[in-house]
């Protein structure tokens, strides 16, 4: 699976900016579809994922309630959008896919395929 990621720029805090990340290969729908993110310095993050048939989604406590992750298996991607955007979320965010549980999705970061990271800087 390759996986690239698009959306991200500069935008003022309170703003909103959606990020998508389009996959290949046929198995798209049998992926666990997450997001993460490097802030300078930091580690990476996780902040969102959402199961392979869209009912289950998790998020990081920072972002609960700002932003929805969401994906459409016919076109094969994966969306974040992110609304009531901070300073805070300024980072390189990827996109990534698992075939495994979420719990080692959200509790451990442990993807199967990433794609490159797109930057989001969030203005004071």
């Known amino acids: 699976v390759q996986l690239q990621a698009s959306g991200g720029g500069l935008v003022q805090a309170g703003g909103s900016l959606r990020l998508s990340c389009a996959a290949s290969g046929r198995t798209f729908s049998s992926y666990i579809m997450g997001w993460f993110r490097q802030a300078p310095g930091k580690e990476r993050e996780f902040v969102a994922a959402i199961t392979w048939s869209g009912r289950a989604t998790y998020y990081t406590d920072s972002v609960e309630g700002r932003f929805t992750i969401s994906r459409d298996n016919a076109k094969n991607t994966v969306y974040l959008q992110m609304n009531s955007l901070k300073p805070e979320d300024t980072a390189v965010y990827y996109c990534?896919?698992?075939?495994?549980?979420?719990?080692?999705?959200?509790?451990?970061?442990?993807?199967?395929?990433w794609g490159l990271g797109t930057l989001v800087t969030v203005s004071s």
């Open positions: 990534a896919a698992s075939l495994g549980t979420p719990r080692t999705v959200v509790g451990g970061g442990i993807m199967d395929y």
